[in-house]
């Protein structure tokens, strides 16, 4: 959305595949979008788009020859140039106020390391002869110069302008910036000098710093976060001189997600809600807060991405924004809050490949705790289902209600017979801080809780044999399953993805072992006891489920060492198991063929145990 409310920008489609794709520019309540035309640009290369404060350009991040380029748009002749391009990697341009300059985030390709998810480079030679480095750099419009101006030794993480274009608010943190995202501290960097001073160094996880349109204030959002870009917590603000930082809302029963500032007072926020979505006005002064909408729906401004966020125009009377939700697929609208416009009929026409979706709502020790619960999609009533329970990852983190991929693993899973429970258990975004900061030096004990306590919720409300109940998960998930196996025997098959059996040997093989500081208290050197009462190694003995285990090979977030752990311990103990490390792969599968024997093995590992054979 334009600052000025005017015109909205996106990247992919307007209407079903097989019309024009790339970037598309449109008046706010137009039907008639067109492409845009990036001379030199690769075919649909386009990563991001911008507007300048006075919504007279749209800068365009993009491909040019196989490098990354900076293009920028007359927004009134839609004529673009290219202004720079770039060696290494891009991400995250933003114009200066005044429109001369683009910052942006970047890389030199000796200092580009594999993120967090990707396949980690084989542990060979010195270890810490590669540190990964990203700079904030700046690029000027009109002569396209460039120049880094943060200290060479510092990761940059995120950043906003000052009102004045003097500084840069950043966060950032020394040393790998894989591994320090969780100490992140918040700094100003002039402009011109590159001159540091440090604005505060919060006691929590912070994200999307943002100055004031005053200049008097940053704003952010803090909280126990466990993966950067997965963001959730209380609104923040803090002098820009530097002091104490404000919690504005301490007793929220909801985790900001994103934010934009709509005046000196007054902020725009979005918010995981229960299982939907919120957008709500926040008073920078009072921390009063003020609804404006809230939908059992996913807004985004990527599909798919299931974190509540908005495009708002400087008024916050116009917002743009993708809608979504899991039995309806993704468009781009926009207009009012809560009074949109659809722009796009990209998706029109495609129905979900899985079974109905409900929102299901079940009551846990003090909480009041939420999930989704998916059909079998050629359900019949009067059968009663087997049914498969699926953690998400994170621990700070949600299921949302985002259109699912034809592939994934619950549509899947509801295509092969199954009903599919996904709750969000204490340690989730959506009730608030305290729900998220539940899980505490608990990992694995209130949040199994809930889990159970849900299960019985769905087997009492709908028809699911208590009898067949199959339990699987990815890296925390990953980690519930293989909790969980060791302290119920009401599953009867599991699949544990990428998981953590034994907090002690993870500590000293993972390659993100700060996040893990803010949810112990301690490291597992200072206190092993609160890391080893979670550890499911310690519990092996009581496992009896039949346990199908799959990891990467190279995976940094959860080293396959950890499932090397398990199998060997649930082989010793005669339950049946299976192990399949899949080559080159790091925490997320790359490799589309390895994801699809992923979900084979999966269904047919719950098939063997969960569906009666035919007699003969």
Known sequence: MAPDGRRVAWIGP?????????????????????????????????????????????????????????????????????????????????????????????????????????????DTGAMDAHIDRQHLALVDVKSGAQRIVSPADLYVYEFDWSPNGKELVVSAATGSGNNNWWVARLDAIDAVSGTMRQIAKPTVQIAQPLWSPDG????????????????????????????????????????????????????????????????????????????????????????????????????????????????????????PVGHWTQLTHANAGIEPSWGKAVSVHWRSDRFNVQGFLIYPRDFRVGVRYPMIVLVHGGPASAIASTFLSAQSQQAALSRAGYFVFMPNPRGSYGQG??????????????????????????????????????????SYGGYMTMWAVTQTQRFRAAVAGAGISDWLSYTGENGISEWMVPYFGATVYENAAVYARSSPMNYITHARTPTLIVVGERDAECPAPQSFEYWRGLQHDGVKTQLVVYPDEGHHFANPEHQADVLRRSIAWFDSYLKPRPPG
């Open 216 to 335: 008097s204030h940053i704003a952010f959002i803090g909280g126990v976060m466990s993966d950067q870009g997965a963001t959730g917590g209380d609104l923040y603000t803090v002098p820009a001189a530097g002091g104490t930082p404000r919690n504005l809302t301490p007793n929220a029963t909801v985790s900001v997600a994103s934010f934009r500032w709509q005046g000196p007072q007054s902020i725009l926020a979005t918010m995981w809600s229960h299982g939907g979505s919120e957008i709500a006005t926040v008073n920078a002064a009072t921390g009063a807060t003020q609804s404006l909408w809230q939908g059992d729906e996913a807004i985004s401004t990527r599909s798919g991405r299931g974190l509540p966020e908005v495009s708002a125009a400087d008024t916050g009377r116009d917002v743009a924004l993708v809608r979504e939700s899991l039995g309806t697929p993704p468009e781009v609208w926009a207009g």
């Open 433 to 474: 801080e305290a729900f998220t900061r539940a899980n505490i030096k608990d990992f694995g004990h209130g949040d199994l809780r809930d889990i159970m306590t849900g299960v019985d919720s769905v087997i009492a409300g709908y028809p699911v044999d208590a009898r067949r109940l199959g339990l699987t998960g990815w």
């Open 14 to 122: 307007a209407a079903p595949s097989g019309d024009a794709e790339g970037v598309m520019l449109s008046a706010t309540g137009s039907a008639s979008p067109a492409p845009l035309s990036l001379p030199g640009a690769g075919s649909n290369s386009a990563s991001e788009v911008i507007w300048s404060a006075d919504s007279r350009q749209l800068g365009v991040l993009a491909a040019s020859h196989g490098s990354p380029a900076i293009y920028v748009v007359d927004a009134a002749t839609r004529a673009a140039r290219r202004v720079a391009a770039l060696s290494g990697s891009v991400h995250d341009i933003r114009f200066s106020p005044d429109g001369s300059r683009i910052a942006l985030l970047y890389s030199s390709p000796s200092e580009e390391a594999n993120g967090p998810t990707q396949a980690t480079p084989r």
